[in-house]
């Protein structure tokens, strides 16, 4: 009884602080546990850290489970019927329609994109900006912004982009906290707090897409990117996607695509800052394998520690933070019933610094993704991009713009944390330091 009232009160607790910042809100005991259950009113929630259990709901019987409210509702406006929010036969569908463009083969290309748009805010800064402070958030938002244009969407947006960044913003700001009532599952006409401010920002991210959505109607070549599959898409009657949907495509390709790569390179920098040794063998290896030119494609399978760095950080702070799913009929974990309508909740911050899963969970230590020791780790306890049929889409698509934007930006320059600036991980839709991360920037000798 003590047990039960104790946890409810936890869980009050914590849904009440979740709502500024869900992963200062987790409590300790989580970091061990592996099977948390609670009930809140009428529903059923579990908190998953068991692999297997993790493996059953997003991989095995991934049909039994929807995304929860609280991962669609905070995105809709935004992203309407896109593929992050859809389900069932329009979600299989639309997928199926844009899945080859990140089949593997493509990587080459986008990578000389990736290039291309890197190289252009780096020389930039060799000329404007040493001696100077960034905010890094800010400038690899901008950068990883320009590329999804370029390579999804063939266009190079300019002031576009700008704006682009700019509503966005403004969207997280009115739309940014995962609010009590979606996680407890309430239904979405009740009005939440903050809805009505982020109309305007949605309507200017809708200007820029429309121009986008505009220019490759009026164009007379076809492309070969994403926005043609989706342009040149027809139903069995002939008909093609409504422009609704493919603007609710075009959105989300654009914010899934872009801000979370973004927030890894932030986090990255921020822990070579703090970790001078690591540092230093990052120049090292990239000094032995790109001799001061600017890294391609083909330099990726020699530029093993840069990648492990990746991983890490994406261990320690993975941009989507918490994965919530519902049971759409009965089911049973590790022995426990999952009555219809639960609410499944994975926080892969908490799964990826666990202490049954991690040694030394919350030490900042890229080797153990290094080849040797990269077999310890377990599957499933190690989710940044998810699992099962809604894995991230573009997930070798970020992991080699990371590894690339990394290797350049670390081999030009040092990049020197503002001193005394607080740097505190703030969990909302997805997981950016709070307060942004202003860096001096140094020249690196190459
Ligand atoms: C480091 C970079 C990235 C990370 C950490 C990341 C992470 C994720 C995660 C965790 C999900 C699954 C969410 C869930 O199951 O609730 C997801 C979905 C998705 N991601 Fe990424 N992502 C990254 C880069 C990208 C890029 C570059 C693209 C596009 C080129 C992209 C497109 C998508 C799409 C379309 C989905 C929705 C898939 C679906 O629901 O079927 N992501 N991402």
């Not at 986090?267 to 890294?295: M, N, V």
């Not at 990746?310 to 022995?335: C, K, M, N, W």
């Not at 969970?361 to 049929?389: E, W």
Request: glycine share 6%.
């Amino acid at each position: 009884m003590f047990r039960i009232t104790h946890e409810i009160l936890d869980t009050a607790k914590y849904l009440n602080l979740a709502r500024s910042n869900m992963v200062a809100a987790w409590p300790q005991s989580y970091y061990r546990r592996e099977l948390i259950q609670l009930k809140f009113f009428h529903k059923r929630m579990f908190v998953m850290n068991r692999p297997e259990d993790i493996q059953h709901v997003m991989v095995a019987n991934a049909s039994n489970y929807r995304k929860s409210l609280a991962n669609r509702q905070s995105l809709k406006p935004l992203l309407g019927k896109g593929v992050f929010v859809s389900e069932g036969k329009l979600w299989e569908r639309q997928r199926k329609i844009m899945s080859p463009a990140n089949h593997k083969k493509r990587l080459k290309g986008y990578a000389e994109t990736m290039m291309d748009a890197a190289s252009e805010v780096a020389d930039d800064w060799e000329g404007n900006r040493i001696g100077g402070e960034v905010d890094l958030m800010e400038e690899m938002t901008l950068l990883t912004s320009d590329i999804i244009t370029r390579t999804m969407f063939g266009v190079v947006l300019g002031e576009g982009n700008e704006a682009l960044y700019q509503a966005f913003q403004d969207y997280l700001a009115s739309h940014g906290r995962i609010h009590i009532s979606e996680l407890i599952g309430l239904p979405s006409w009740i009005p939440r707090p903050g809805q009505a401010m982020g109309r305007s920002a949605v309507r200017q991210f809708d200007d820029v897409i429309a121009g986008v959505i505009e220019e490759r109607h009026n164009q007379d070549e076809p492309k070969d990117d994403l926005l043609q599959m989706l342009v040149d898409f027809r139903e069995e009657s002939g008909e093609p996607m409504t422009g609704q949907l493919l603007r609710d495509e075009v959105a989300s390709i654009y914010l899934a695509g872009h801000e979370t790569t973004a927030i890894t390179l932030t986090w990255a920098f921020y822990l070579l800052h703090e970790h001078p040794d690591i540092k230093q063998r990052l120049w090292d290896e990239l000094a032995s394998t790109l001799c001061g030119r600017d890294p391609t494609y083909e330099d990726l399978p020699n530029l093993p520690l840069t990648r492990a760095i990746v991983d890490e950080t994406l261990r320690l702070y993975p941009p989507v933070h918490v994965f919530s799913r519902q049971a759409l009929g009965d089911d049973e974990i590790s022995g426990i019933r999952v009555p219809k309508g639960s609410f499944m909740t994975i926080s892969s911050w908490v799964l990826h610094r666990h202490k049954l899963h991690w040694e030394d969970p919350n030490r900042f230590d890229p080797d153990r993704f290094l080849p040797d020791r990269f077999k310890q780790v377990k599957s499933f306890a190690y989710i940044p991009f998810g699992a099962g049929p809604r894995i991230c889409m573009g997930k070798h698509f970020g992991l080699v713009e990371a590894t690339l934007l990394l290797a350049l930006f670390a081999q030009r320059f040092e990049l020197k944390l503002r001193s005394e600036h607080p740097v505190e991980p703030l969990g909302r839709m997805t997981l950016r330091p709070h307060q942004g991360m202003p860096m001096n920037v140094l020249q690196h000798e190459r």
